[in-house]
Structure formats: C-alpha cells, structure tokens
C-alpha cells in the first residue's frame, strides 16, 4: 500500500524547508564577514548572490514549490561549495556540502512522486555533486588555494563547515525518521479501520483473532443489516452509507465492551471475550436497531439484523468459529430475519 497523496504531510516538509532555508541564510551571513574580512572578493560576491537567492526562495515556499525550492538550493549550494573550495583550498571543508546534499536529493524524489512534479533522478545528481566535490577538491590540491589564509582560520571554517553539516545531518535526518514514523502510523489507520464506520476493518479483525488465545473463552457474532438491497435500491447507495455508519454507532454504544469491525458490505463481525450476557446484548442491540429511528432526508428508513453468535469452538480454529456464526446467520436470514440465533 502507497501513502496517498491525501495522507502526504506537504505542509510539514514546506516547515523543515523554511528551517533550512533560514540556518542557511544565517550560515551564509556569518561566512560572509569572514570572507570580507580577508578579501576574498570571489567568495563576497556569491555570497551576496547566494543571500538573496535564499530570500527569494521564500516564495518559493510560500507557494509549496518544494521540489523547485530543493533544485534551487542544490545550485546555490554546489557553486558555492565549489568557488570556495578553489578559493581557500579543500581543507576549509568546503567540499563537505556534498554530504548533506545526496539524503535530500533522495528525499526529494519521494516529494516529487506526490507533488506531481518531474523526478528529479537523483542518482545522476548525486555522482554530479560528487564529480564537482572531487573535480574542485582536485583544482586546489594541484595549482593551491587562490587565497593564503592563516592555519587558524583554516581550522575554524573547518570546525564551521564540520559542525553545520553534521548538524544538518542529525536534523534532517530526525525529521525524515519522525515524518516516516507518522506516515507509517496513517497506514496502519487506513488499513485497522473501515472509513465508512469507523469500526475496526476485516483485516485487523483477522488478526486480532488470530492472536486470541485459544484457551480464552468468548463468543463471535455475525451480524447483517436485513434487505439492504432493497434499502439501496430504494433510497440510493448514499442511504446504504448512511445507514450502515447509523448501525455502526449503534454497535458501538450497546456493545462498548466488544470489538466490531465492518466485515464486508452490511456485514459485520462481533467479538466478547466472555460468555455473560451473550444473548441479552445481542437481543438489546437488534431491539435498539429495530425501534429505531434513522432518519435520511426527512423520510424514516425501517432497518433490522439478523445475528448469528457462536461460542469458542474447543480446537480454536478461527476459520470454524466463523463459519458458525456464519452458519447461524444464514440460518436466522431464512426463517424470518430480525432475529439472534445462538
């Protein structure tokens, strides 16, 4: 199962950008007066260049342009990584940039594929970052640095450029985590419950079964909305909708201690751990429905169950408690629905 473009937390990304987008401003300020200060007059330039860009990326954001916001940064950031290497010479760290570039690359094809946006391969933009890393890196160690600078500065825009980009590192990397933990608890939502009713889905019925211990006592019961086609047919599949929700809310206040899900159409599948009461909650429920008063557009829409109840049979089979209350359904559907049959 994909994560629907629905469950896509863009806003969320459009926050961890803006987060970005201002350390880097900030990073690229405070650089800017080291480079003022030693003249390096390449370095000031873009650096200029590269803050406004960085203020006018804003808009990019403000309109969610998140992929076209990434493309830009990357360009800003490979430049920069670049002219600085050839500049100051590789042991700046200048060329660490690299490193914190690839994971959103990655990211940002994930972005894409919900966005509707082209794919930016990121593979190929990867091994170009790489090659303007090495190919830089490569200039200054051969011809040296444009600009001599003192061992000190050195070693602090070393400490700089290390501490940034681990620091980016770290926090990007939480956010993906924390945005995939959050991802993957919708998913497990869509698929545990039935959006119609919001009761539990046949999936997770399945497998809350399958986890019951079998020497546990309990009782299954099989319950289906009686003539529901003809509901549909008569009053529209919106009607149906309404009231299976109706039934399910129902459901849910008379059988508070139970666990129901939805297992298919107007079907649905109830499940006590004990025997107290079997028949008394089943035969309240199936009373509530019928005296009820659902009420679609104005006009009162007569609705019953028929509901089948099986006890735990002594092997535990899952399968076989199923079919019995399945069994005793059908049984109550034909001789004269509106019934439990236990």
Avoid at 86 to 109: A, T, V
Avoid at 140 to 167: F, Q, R
Avoid at 269 to 285: A, C, F, P, W, Y
Wanted: hydrophobic content about 45%; some cysteine.
């Amino acid at each position: 199962m994909s994560i629907n473009k629905k469950e896509f937390n863009l806003e969320q990304v459009v926050k961890l950008c803006v987060v970005v987008n201002i350390s880097l401003f900030l990073f690229v300020a405070f650089m800017l007066t080291l480079f003022v200060y030693f003249n390096i007059t390449p370095m000031i330039y873009y650096s200029v260049i590269a803050l406004i860009g960085y203020v006018l990326y804003f808009m990019l954001l403000k309109r969610q342009k998140v992929c076209a916001y990434m493309w830009c940064v990357y360009a800003t950031i490979i430049i920069y990584m670049a002219i600085a290497t050839i500049c100051l010479g590789y042991k700046c760290g200048f060329h660490l940039y690299s490193m914190s570039l690839i994971p959103i690359i990655f990211y940002s094809q994930y972005i894409s594929t919900k966005t509707d946006t082209k794919d930016p391969n990121p593979l190929a933009v990867s091994i170009a970052i790489v090659a303007v890393s090495i190919i830089s890196s490569a200039i200054a160690i051969i011809n040296g640095p444009l600009y001599e600078i003192n061992k000190t500065i050195i070693s602090v825009m070393l400490a700089c450029n290390a501490i940034s980009v681990s620091a980016f590192l770290i926090y990007y990397t939480k956010v993906i985590v924390d945005l995939v933990i959050e991802s993957e608890k919708k998913l497990n939502s869509i698929a545990n419950i039935d959006l119609l009713t919001d009761l539990y889905s046949r999936r997770y019925m399945i497998n809350y079964l399958e986890e019951y211990d079998a020497d546990d006592e309990g009782w299954l019961a099989m319950a289906d909305v009686d003539d529901f086609k003809k509901i549909n047919d008569t009053y529209g599949h919106n009607c149906g909708d309404y009231v299976l929700n109706f039934i399910a809310q129902k459901m849910k206040n008379i059988c508070s201690n139970c666990v129901i899900s939805r297992w298919g159409g107007e079907e649905f599948l109830i499940h006590n751990g004990t025997h107290d009461s079997t028949h008394e909650v089943l035969e309240k429920l199936r009373r509530e429905i019928e005296n009820s008063e659902c009420i679609y557009k104005q006009q009162k829409i007569n609705i019953s169950l028929t509901i089948g109840v099986a006890q735990r049979n002594a092997d535990g089979d899952i399968e076989e408690w199923i079919k019995s209350a399945d069994d005793r359904l059908y049984y109550g559907k034909n001789n004269g629905k509106n019934m439990v049959v236990d």
